[in-house]
């Protein structure tokens, strides 16, 4: 299972939430992007509860980030 994890932050602090998001098992990647969001992170993970669990237990309690949207991936 992996999704896209589109995540906005506070002002300034794109960079720091970025390098904290990376430090996160089953983190991929978390790259700083332009437009409405800040950082786009590819996420990894067993199941659809495991990546649920990760996102609101671990990533949405990084310091700065004030939004997120979980876009999972799907095989058509």
């Known amino acids: ?4 994890v589109l995540i ?6 794109a960079g720091q939430v970025a390098d904290e998001i990376k430090k996160i098992g089953g983190v991929v990647s978390a790259d700083n992007v332009t437009g409405v969001y800040d950082i786009i992170a590819l996420v990894q993970s067993d199941s659809v509860d495991e990546l649920g669990k990760k996102v609101v237990k671990e990533i949405q309690l990084v310091q700065g980030i004030t939004r997120t949207l979980t876009c999972p991936i799907v095989n058509l």
Not at 1 to 4: F, G, Q, R
Not at 8 to 13: A, L, N
């Open 8 to 13: 906005q932050t506070e002002v300034g602090k």
């Open 1 to 4: 299972m992996k999704a896209y």
